[in-house]
Nanobody
Framework: QVQLVESGGGLVQPGGSLRLSCATS????????MYWARQAPGKDIEWVSR????????GYTDSVKGRFTISRDNDENTLFLQMDLLKPEDTAVYFC???????????RGPGTQVTVSS
């Protein structure tokens, strides 16, 4: 059974940092592209970052480039997202996603709330 569980969210002031983690099990993590996606209140889910199976390729949506860093530990089947210089517009529920189909809830975890506010 595929399982993805995000953690590390919380309330942070603008300019602050958070590190999200996603523990996975039930599939061959090291062979999959992995994504972080987010959904702000009243908005569609959007992809934030992606990483290739061996970390050779990484991608970021324009709004987070230079501030967020994606990484993975294939030995521990864990995905990470380091978020720095956070802005109020980063406020959203963040999801760890197995593969590119971020719209399919079967491919993602329950999410972790990130709130950026003073």
């Amino acid at each position: 059974q595929v399982q993805l569980v995000e953690s590390g969210g919380g309330l942070v002031q603008p300019g602050g940092s958070l590190r999200l983690s996603c523990a996975t099990s039930g599939f061959a993590f090291s062979t999959w592209w992995m994504y972080w996606a987010r959904q702000a209140p009243g908005k569609d889910i959007e992809w934030v970052s992606r990483i290739s199976p061996r970390s050779a390729k990484k991608g970021y949506t324009d709004s987070v480039k230079g501030r967020f860093t994606i990484s993975r530990d294939n030995d521990e089947n864990t995905l990470f997202l380091q978020m720095d210089l956070l802005k109020p517009e980063d406020t959203a529920v963040y999801f760890c996603v197995k593969g590119a189909d971020i719209q399919n809830p079967l491919n993602r975890g329950p999410g972790t709330q990130v709130t950026v506010s003073s």
